[in-house]
């Protein structure tokens, strides 16, 4: 059988950590109540010069260093964000740029909430599977922005990765893959907006649980899988509480989805939430793993995976980039002032 | 609306994004930013400058903490600004992000990273390019 699936892939995410505390006291709240109540101690923050842009070209280029693909045979790139720096003119421009990849290849960038990563990978192995590509990067990457004050101040997180999707040396394959989609307007952003607004309560049980425990038991259905077949598992992680009821709710374990969390320590990163998740699962994973993943974003839509890891990732230098784990050990704490500065909320025209 | 500079931008992509120079076939000297003509073999050299794209490893040779910033830049101060010897020869002045000033030392080994360097206010287009953070290969040891 012909195997089609991640073939490298690369992590990226901003140094700059704030705690939920600091931005709690700002604003005349408990810090310890938040934390408990979100699960998230401290998320990521990018620095002035970082954005959507430079975290997909970090991410991209930790994926080549870990494989000898040439990337002028990478023959489309997709990236998912809700914060594409441009409203017009294409992210996936400026990485093909970046990692050598131009001008013989296909284009675009994605939006779907948090789950524009995912979308990413399915398109990229479905024109690895028709035999239009040889290569395709499949990105998600956010720097999440929120209202000051907003309670998703605590989560808006910055940070992605970066998925090679191929035929050759597949490191896991893509078994299946199978997408839940309805209208449901649990959180949105309008065009030329800066901010997003949300539903409040209405963004748990009829929009992140109904689209996550649907997309996932039609996906074990299809695959003939029980929660129990796999290593791994990763939910989208909007705060560090819904993935893990969601799991439960499954019949995943927590020791099945703890290598793939990590919102309490990063984060919502939004487009990279899941795909970090599964980052951080390949950073570990061993021949023979089976990983499970559904993805979540607004509006909305789950998309989920089954994915089993072969022989080939022995062969792959996972040590020529930084692992999740790294990643998020080289940190450095800023104070809500930094932020603000940082995250351009003094912005006035 | 028209927005100036930005060819000139444009025409600097491969060197700002990729570290891309210039190698005299001649002698071999390898030159950043990238030169039409090698200053050694001059006349000899014409045509056979190659491109070579650098690895973006080097050492800082010296550096200096930017207190008063030009334009754009105000948002980032201080912020050190080094003299950075790339493996294969040429020195290039860049930005040292993902360090604590008093962490930036003289010989520390550096790699490129790629960053936003300007954009043109709010509407204009955003310039990206290299800037260099401490090396990933310390965090590998462990
Ligand atoms: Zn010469």
Redesign the pocket.
């Known amino acids: 059988m012909e195997q089609i699936g991640i073939v490298s892939y690369g992590a990226d995410i901003p140094r700059y950590r704030i705690k939920v505390e600091e931005i709690a006291s700002v604003w005349g709240k408990n810090g310890e109540d938040i934390k408990r109540g979100l699960g998230i101690n401290e998320k990521s923050v990018p620095s002035l010069d970082q954005d959507t842009a430079t975290i997909s070209v970090e991410a991209a280029r930790a994926a080549l260093k870990r494989c000898n693909i040439d990337p002028k045979n990478i023959g489309a790139i997709y990236i998912g964000s809700e914060s594409h720096p441009y409203a017009v003119k294409p992210t996936g421009t400026i990485v093909g740029e970046a990692i050598g990849a131009t001008p013989n290849l296909m284009v675009a960038d994605y939006e779907f909430a948090c789950k524009a990563g995912t979308a990413a990978i399915q398109t990229c192995n479905g024109l690895v599977k028709a035999g239009m590509i040889e290569y395709g990067l499949a990105i998600g990457a956010d720097t999440a922005q929120a209202a000051p004050g907003d309670a998703l101040e605590y989560s808006a997180a910055a940070g992605g990765a970066a998925f090679i999707i191929g035929k050759k040396d597949v490191i896991a394959t893509i078994n299946h893959t199978y997408s839940y989609t309805t209208d449901t307007p649990d959180f949105w952003r309008r065009e030329g907006r800066k901010y997003p607004a949300h539903g409040g309560r209405f963004t748990g049980a009829p929009a992140y649980f109904k689209h996550i425990t649907n997309c996932s038991k039609n996906l074990m259905k299809i695959a003939g899988t029980k929660p129990e077949d796999y290593n791994y598992a990763i939910f989208h992680q909007p705060n560090g509480k819904f993935p893990v009821t969601a799991a439960k709710m499954l019949g995943f374990s927590y020791d099945q989805i703890k290598q793939g969390l990590l919102c309490p320590i990063i984060g919502n990163t939004y487009s990279g939430s899941s795909l970090l998740g599964l980052a951080s699962v390949l950073d570990v994973a061993k021949p023979g793993d089976k990983i499970f993943l559904t993805s979540y974003g607004s509006g909305a839509g789950s998309d989920s995976f089954d994915i089993t890891v072969t022989d080939k990732i022995n062969d792959l230098s996972r040590k020529n980039a930084p692992s999740v784990a790294q990643l998020i050990e080289n940190k450095e704490y800023i104070n809500y002032g930094t932020y603000a500065k940082f995250r351009d909320i003094l912005y006035w025209e | 609306m028209t927005i100036g500079g930005v060819a000139r931008f444009w025409r600097e992509i491969p060197q700002r994004y990729n570290l891309i120079g210039k190698q005299?076939g001649?002698?071999?000297?390898i030159y950043f930013p990238p030169r039409e003509s090698?200053p050694?073999?001059r006349r000899?050299?014409i045509g056979k400058m190659r491109d070579i794209k650098l690895s973006g490893k080097g050492e800082i040779v010296t550096y200096t903490v930017i207190h008063v910033a030009p334009h754009n830049f105000e948002g980032q101060v201080p912020y050190p600004i080094a003299i950075v010897q790339l493996e294969e020869g040429p020195r290039i002045t860049a930005q040292i992000v993902d360090c604590k000033i008093e962490d930036v030392k003289i010989g520390m080994k550096v790699e490129y990273t790629f960053r936003r360097i300007q954009e043109d206010g709010y509407t204009g287009a955003i310039y990206y390019g290299y800037k260099f953070k401490p090396c990933q290969q310390k965090q590998n040891h462990q």
């Open positions: 005299c001649s002698c071999g000297r090698c050694y073999c000899k050299s």
